[in-house]
Structure formats: structure tokens, C-alpha cells
């Protein structure tokens, strides 16, 4: 607890000198013309948030940290009471590469060399503004070091407060990667919090296409920077690049991205208990995914599986509230007499739109567009062993070549709450029908002859029984019986 006070008190010191020594010293006239052009403008740049650490460490941190001096198992508390506050460290490292490349440009003027002789540092500006850096990681160290000597109380408090500062220390590393992705045409801040990143190899199984890409494709890996995030996946190549002789930084060049809102996942591949899919659209296009280690294959898994289950919960939800019960009280063909006018109308409240009932051929926007990822030969690795091939090998391509692709299994028992919708039960077969709105299949039970609406994404395209009878773990459902989950839509750039 000493040492964590007294290099508190020493950091709040060190920031208070790159605040006045260099910072305010900006707006000094008489060392204006000193000042470097390539600093002109640029200072939050060049600081970052860095007047924000400072406020805070020293109008609030430092002296809660003090208070616990007595009582050092409250300090647990202390960094839960911050736990927002303390995301500025997130911000300032997301910047720091901007940083770093300006300092390079401008880090031997005058100006700096005048600053540094009137604080009398030893080390020049670039070192100090790592200190905040250290900072954050510093304090998982001692944290961890109180935890070994906490017995009793306030131990679930310093558990917490290690796990948030943890947790702040990976966003801050995954936001440092993300600032690094190149070419993709979207807001990278739109997709939500990015969850996990790391890399990858990568095998690719598309039923459709050039026979030989698909062969390529299956049997070769290619190395992939994966980021996962709330609403997608993005596929990248990782690049290493040297700046003016300096230490290699690396950037990720995007290739491709699956919308969450559109994949199931097979925790297992035989042959590698590394690997896992990640797929979509009745396992037309397949990606097999190999982890570096059980341990990460483990933490993608749970994660994927999170974000998933969230969205069925957000689906069933949107469907109790999206639709009253009074417009569906009528017989099925009054249903689809609805939609026709509708769609003929073109309003933006129509419930439903004509589609073709094969899972295969549904009417999504930009689907005429859609194009295979782009496979860059370079990229491939040896040709794996056949006990490592995944179970999605050749002979399952043709599988159940002849059945219903209109019909579909059940994934996970539905209960739902509008009398609208269809109650169903796991492994029940229904017949599509329509496609309505947010998510929503008109569908017939084939066991009940009941019509009704239910979310799609419990739904499994009944032509891949087969495939789904070997399924190894369940993507959505907490039962043995249910083996996998799967959507239908892809986003995908060069």
C-alpha cells in the first residue's frame, strides 16, 4: 500500500511537469519562435488527453489512494469507484502512435531542448509521455501483489479492481490494433465494442464457385487478423511495416466480414481441437478458424457464443414488441394477401416481402453483389494432414442434394409471448412461408399444421440434417440436444 501511494504521488509530480514545463508553454510568446511548423496546431495531438489524466490523478485519485493508507482494504473500492474515470488511459493510448510519429518530426527543435534545460530532465519529453502507459500497467502489478496478501476483508473488492484494471489494459491493446486496420469502407464505430482480436490461419470451404478456388481454399490456410465486435467480424491481413528506420509497426489490411447478426459457430473440427467454424447460409460458405492455443480457441468461443445469445434475446424481444397482436388474428391467406398489397405499396411499414422460399436464393439487399473473399495465394501454408481436415469435408457437399430447402429444424424451443407467434419446440420441422420484418419467418408447423411467426435465427435449413447431426457443441442452446445455430447473410469487401 506504500509503494502504491508514493508512486502515485510521484506520477502526479511527473505529469505536472509536462503540464507546465512543455504543455503551457505552447502559448508562451517568448518561445514562439521556437516552435517547430510541423508542431503548429498540434498539440492534443503531441499530448493526446493527457490534461485529462492529470486533472483527474490529481484533484481525485491521488487523494482517495491517500485515505486508504490506514485502511488498505478499501483500496479494492477505490478503483471500482473509478472505473469509468479511469477509461481516459484508453483514449490517450489510441493516440499515442499519432504521437509518436509527430515527436519523430519534431522532437529535436529548440523549443524542446530549451523546455527540457528549465525542468532539468535528464530524459527528454517522449520518455514522460510514456508514463501514463506504465502507469496503467503499473497498477495491475501491485494490485495483484495486494491480492497475495489480502486475506478477508476487502479481497472481493481487490479481485474487482484487478479484473476492471485488467479489462482497461486489454481495450486499451485491442484499440491499438483496431487504429491499425486499413481499407475498410465502413465506421469501424458503428460495429460496437470491439471484443476480442488476434491472429489466426484460416481454411475456406465455399459450396459455390470455381471448383479449383474452392479446392485451394479448403486445404490451404491463410493468416488472418481477426476482430471480433458486437455486430461483425472482420477478416484482415496483417502487415508489418517500417517507419524511417524505426521499430516495426503493424497494420491489418481488410479483406472481408461477416455480420454477426448472420453466422452460427461449430465449437469443434475433427481432427484439431484448436479449431472451431465460424458460418453461415446453411454452411454455404464455411471458415474453419485454428487457434494458437486451447486457452484462446476457449475465451473466441465463449465470446462468440455471448454475442449470439444476445442477439437471439434482442430478436425475441423485437418480436414482442414490433408486432400487435391484432394483425395476425386472421386465416394464413389473409396473411399473405396483406403482403402483396403491401409490397405492391411500397410502404415503409409493410410487414412482409415476397421472397423465394429456398434459404439459398432469399431476396437480401446487395445480394446480387455479393462476391467470394478475396485468397491471397501468398498467404498459403502447407496442405494439412487428412486428420486434420475439418468434418465439413467433400462428401458432404452433396448431401441431402434432394431435399426441401423450403423446410427448416427447429434450433431452440420458443415460447413466445404475442399470440401471433408460433411456440415451437427443439427439433420440430415447419415449412417456410413468408419473410417479414426484423428477423421475423412466417413458418407451418409440419407437426402441428399451425402458422405463425417466429425469429429466423432459431431456424437450421432442414437440407443440412446431416451436417447438423454431427455438430459437436451448440452455438446458442445450454441443452446437449441442440447442436448448432445458424443465420443468413454476409458482408464482404476485397
Given at each position: 500500500?506504500?509503494?502504491?501511494?508514493?508512486?502515485?504521488?510521484?506520477?502526479?509530480?511527473?505529469?505536472?511537469?509536462?503540464?507546465?514545463?512543455?504543455?503551457?508553454?505552447?502559448?508562451?510568446?517568448?518561445?514562439?519562435?521556437?516552435?517547430?511548423?510541423?508542431?503548429?496546431?498540434?498539440?492534443?495531438?503531441?499530448?493526446?488527453?493527457?490534461?485529462?489524466?492529470?486533472?483527474?490523478?490529481?484533484?481525485?485519485?491521488?487523494?482517495?489512494?491517500?485515505?486508504?493508507?490506514?485502511?488498505?482494504?478499501?483500496?479494492?473500492?477505490?478503483?471500482?469507484?473509478?472505473?469509468?474515470e479511469l477509461k481516459v488511459y484508453e483514449k490517450y493510448c489510441q493516440n499515442k502512435p499519432r504521437s509518436e510519429v509527430l515527436w519523430r518530426q519534431c522532437g529535436d527543435s529548440l523549443f524542446f531542448q530549451e523546455c527540457q534545460k528549465k525542468l532539468d530532465h535528464k530524459l527528454s519529453l517522449d520518455a514522460y509521455l510514456l508514463k501514463p502507459v506504465q502507469r496503467i500497467t503499473k497498477y495491475q502489478l501491485m494490485l495483484k501483489e495486494m491480492l497475495k496478501c489480502s486475506k478477508g476483508e476487502g479481497s472481493a473488492e481487490l479481485e474487482e479492481a484487478l479484473a476492471?484494471?485488467?479489462?482497461?489494459?486489454?481495450?486499451?491493446?485491442?484499440?491499438?490494433?483496431?487504429?491499425?486496420?486499413?481499407?475498410?469502407?465502413?465506421?469501424?464505430?458503428?460495429?460496437?465494442?470491439?471484443?476480442?482480436?488476434?491472429?489466426?490461419?484460416?481454411?475456406?470451404?465455399?459450396?459455390?464457385?470455381?471448383?479449383?478456388?474452392?479446392?485451394?481454399?479448403?486445404?490451404?490456410?491463410?493468416?488472418?487478423?481477426?476482430?471480433?465486435?458486437?455486430?461483425?467480424?472482420?477478416?484482415?491481413?496483417?502487415?508489418?511495416?517500417?517507419?524511417?528506420?524505426?521499430?516495426?509497426?503493424?497494420?491489418?489490411?481488410?479483406?472481408?466480414?461477416?455480420?454477426?447478426?448472420?453466422?452460427?459457430?461449430?465449437?469443434?473440427?475433427?481432427?484439431?481441437?484448436?479449431?472451431?467454424?465460424?458460418?453461415?447460409?446453411?454452411?454455404?460458405?464455411?471458415?474453419?478458424?485454428?487457434?494458437?492455443?486451447?486457452?484462446?480457441?476457449?475465451?473466441?468461443?465463449?465470446?462468440?457464443?455471448?454475442?449470439?445469445?444476445?442477439?437471439?434475446?434482442?430478436?425475441?424481444?423485437?418480436?414482442?414488441?414490433?408486432?400487435?397482436?391484432?394483425?395476425?388474428?386472421?386465416?394464413?391467406?389473409?396473411?399473405?394477401?396483406?403482403?402483396?398489397?403491401?409490397?405492391?405499396?411500397?410502404?415503409?411499414?409493410?410487414?412482409?416481402?415476397?421472397?423465394?422460399?429456398?434459404?439459398?436464393?432469399?431476396?437480401?439487399?446487395?445480394?446480387?453483389?455479393?462476391?467470394?473473399?478475396?485468397?491471397?495465394?501468398?498467404?498459403?501454408?502447407?496442405?494439412?494432414?487428412?486428420?486434420?481436415?475439418?468434418?465439413?469435408?467433400?462428401?458432404?457437399?452433396?448431401?441431402?442434394?434432394?431435399?426441401?430447402?423450403?423446410?427448416?429444424?427447429?434450433?431452440?424451443?420458443?415460447?413466445?409471448?404475442?399470440?401471433?407467434?408460433?411456440?415451437?419446440?427443439?427439433?420440430?420441422?415447419?415449412?417456410?412461408?413468408?419473410?417479414?420484418?426484423?428477423?421475423?419467418?412466417?413458418?407451418?408447423?409440419?407437426?402441428?399444421?399451425?402458422?405463425?411467426?417466429?425469429?429466423?435465427?432459431?431456424?437450421?435449413?432442414?437440407?443440412?440434417?446431416?451436417?447438423?447431426?454431427?455438430?459437436?457443441?451448440?452455438?446458442?442452446?445450454?441443452?446437449?440436444?441442440?447442436?448448432?445455430?445458424?443465420?443468413?447473410?454476409?458482408?464482404?469487401?476485397?
Amino acid at each position: 500500500m506504500t509503494e502504491l501511494i508514493e508512486t502515485e504521488r510521484l506520477y502526479v509530480e511527473e505529469l505536472q511537469s509536462i503540464m507546465e514545463g512543455y504543455y503551457i508553454e505552447l502559448d508562451n510568446s517568448e518561445l514562439s519562435h521556437l516552435i517547430p511548423p510541423s508542431l503548429e496546431n498540434k498539440r492534443d495531438v503531441l499530448f493526446g488527453n493527457l490534461p485529462d489524466i492529470y486533472e483527474f490523478h490529481n484533484k481525485t485519485f491521488r487523494g482517495e489512494l491517500e485515505n486508504c493508507a490506514e485502511k488498505p482494504e478499501l483500496v479494492g473500492t477505490c478503483f471500482l469507484k473509478r472505473k469509468e474515470e479511469l477509461k481516459v488511459y484508453e483514449k490517450y493510448c489510441q493516440n499515442k502512435p499519432r504521437s509518436e510519429v509527430l515527436w519523430r518530426q519534431c522532437g529535436d527543435s529548440l523549443f524542446f531542448q530549451e523546455c527540457q534545460k528549465k525542468l532539468d530532465h535528464k530524459l527528454s519529453l517522449d520518455a514522460y509521455l510514456l508514463k501514463p502507459v506504465q502507469r496503467i500497467t503499473k497498477y495491475q502489478l501491485m494490485l495483484k501483489e495486494m491480492l497475495k496478501c489480502s486475506k478477508g476483508e476487502g479481497s472481493a473488492e481487490l479481485e474487482e479492481a484487478l479484473a476492471t484494471v485488467l479489462d482497461i489494459i486489454k481495450s486499451v491493446n485491442d484499440s491499438m490494433h483496431q487504429i491499425a486496420i486499413t481499407g475498410f469502407e465502413g465506421n469501424l464505430s458503428e460495429l460496437g465494442k470491439l471484443l476480442m482480436q488476434g491472429s489466426f490461419s484460416v481454411w475456406t470451404d465455399h459450396k459455390k464457385g470455381h471448383s479449383k478456388v474452392k479446392d485451394l481454399a479448403r486445404f490451404k490456410p491463410m493468416q488472418r487478423h481477426l476482430f471480433l465486435y458486437d455486430k461483425m467480424l472482420l477478416f484482415c491481413k496483417k502487415r508489418e511495416e517500417t517507419n524511417e528506420g524505426h521499430e516495426k509497426t503493424p497494420s491489418y489490411s481488410f479483406k472481408h466480414s461477416l455480420k454477426m447478426s448472420s453466422v452460427g459457430i461449430t465449437e469443434n473440427v475433427k481432427g484439431d481441437m484448436k479449431k472451431f467454424e465460424v458460418w453461415f447460409n446453411g454452411r454455404e460458405e464455411v471458415y474453419i478458424i485454428q487457434a494458437p492455443s486451447m486457452d484462446v480457441k476457449n475465451m473466441w468461443v465463449s465470446e462468440i457464443r455471448k454475442v449470439l445469445q444476445g442477439q437471439l434475446e434482442a430478436c425475441r424481444e423485437a418480436s414482442h414488441q414490433k408486432f400487435p397482436d391484432n394483425i395476425y388474428s386472421g386465416p394464413i391467406r389473409n396473411v399473405k394477401k396483406m403482403a402483396l398489397r403491401q409490397s405492391d405499396s411500397s410502404s415503409p411499414e409493410s410487414g412482409f416481402r415476397r421472397t423465394n422460399p429456398s434459404p439459398n436464393t432469399r431476396q437480401k439487399k446487395g445480394w446480387a453483389q455479393r462476391r467470394l473473399p478475396s485468397m491471397d495465394t501468398e498467404d498459403f501454408e502447407t496442405i494439412p494432414s487428412s486428420g486434420e481436415e475439418s468434418s465439413n469435408s467433400s462428401e458432404e457437399d452433396g448431401s441431402n442434394k434432394n431435399g426441401d430447402s423450403s423446410r427448416y429444424r427447429v434450433q431452440l424451443t420458443y415460447d413466445p409471448r404475442a399470440s401471433h407467434n408460433l411456440s415451437l419446440d427443439s427439433g420440430e420441422m415447419v415449412q417456410f412461408l413468408e419473410e417479414a420484418e426484423n428477423g421475423q419467418w412466417l413458418v407451418k408447423s409440419l407437426k402441428t399444421e399451425e402458422t405463425g411467426l417466429v425469429p429466423s435465427c432459431i431456424l437450421h435449413s432442414a437440407s443440412e440434417g446431416d451436417i447438423f447431426s454431427d455438430m459437436c457443441t451448440a452455438a446458442l442452446s445450454d441443452s446437449d440436444e441442440n447442436e448448432a445455430s445458424t443465420w443468413g447473410d454476409v458482408s464482404e469487401g476485397s
